[in-house]
């Protein structure tokens, strides 16, 4: 069992950085992969980007690629998720979730979930 906590969103402007975190709870988080994943007003949950339990090899959904830069601590059980140059269209509910399984782009495979974390961005 894994519980996750984001933090680290708010209101920022166009232009700006933000970095949330994803704490997590449990012996075992070193073992699964991390994902985080937006959810816009109306809109879909979707893939922002993942990476395994050895922090290597993290992939991104396209339009973050470049922008965004998700690491993850397995001292401290938390994953990161460093954004930059943010945009209007960034604005979201941010979730990291986590999975026993190699990492996945998939929403279904992810077994456990934040609360979420808003973020805003002004124009």
């Known amino acids: 069992q894994v519980q996750l906590v984001e933090s680290g969103g708010g209101l920022v402007q166009a232009g700006a950085s933000l970095r949330l975190s994803c704490a997590a709870s449990g012996r075992t988080f070193s073992s699964y992969t991390m994902g985080w994943f937006r959810q816009a007003p109306g809109k879909e949950r979707e893939f922002v980007g993942a990476?395994?339990?050895?922090?290597?090899?993290?992939h991104y959904a396209d339009s973050m690629k470049g922008r965004f830069t998700i690491s993850r601590d397995n001292a401290k059980n938390t994953v990161y998720l460093e954004m930059n140059s943010l945009k209007p269209e960034d604005t979201a509910v941010y979730y990291c979730?986590?999975?026993?399984?190699?990492?996945?782009?998939?929403?279904?495979?992810?077994?456990?979930w934040g609360q979420g974390t808003q973020v805003t961005v002004s124009s």
């Open positions: 979730a986590a999975t026993g399984l190699r990492s996945s782009s998939v929403r279904m495979r992810y077994d456990y």
């Open positions: 990476v395994s339990w050895s922090g290597g090899d993290p």
